[in-house]
């Protein structure tokens, strides 16, 4: 079993930023890789951005890409996320996944891990 708690939500502005913090207990050794998702008020889970445990591949949803950035310090086994630049459409409770297989996969599916979420609010 893998245990995942994130941490850092809140209320911003548009343009702000925020970082995001998932630490992982448990059966931590088994974690191929980590994952960010999140959830809009009324829509679907979406994938974020995702991890390798070593760091080597990373992969961004297209709505992100060039203002978030995953990273992660496996001796704290932990992961984050550096939220730039945050839009309203930003807005829902984010997600930190843990994954067990041996390939980075981007769909939901993929984890078998997850944390209870943190809520997210972009608004002016």
């Known amino acids: 079993q893998v245990l995942l708690v994130e941490s850092g939500g809140g209320l911003v502005q548009p343009g702000d930023s925020l970082t995001l913090s998932c630490a992982a207990s448990?059966?931590?050794?088994?974690?191929?890789?980590m994952g960010w998702f999140r959830q809009a008020p009324g829509g679907e889970r979406e994938f974020v951005a995702t991890?390798?445990?070593?760091?080597?591949?990373?992969y961004y949803g297209n709505s992100v890409k060039g203002r978030f950035t995953i990273s992660r310090d496996n001796p704290k086994n932990a992961v984050y996320l550096q939220m730039n630049n945050l839009k309203p459409e930003d807005t829902g409770v984010y997600y930190c996944?843990?994954?067990?297989?041996?390939?980075?996969?981007?769909?939901?599916?993929?984890?078998?891990?997850w944390g209870q979420g943190t809520q997210v609010t972009v608004s002016s």
């Open positions: 448990g059966r931590t050794n088994s974690i191929y890789a």
């Open positions: 996944a843990a994954a067990a297989v041996t390939y980075v996969g981007t769909r939901e599916s993929t984890y078998k891990y």
């Open positions: 991890i390798k445990s070593n760091g080597a591949v990373t």
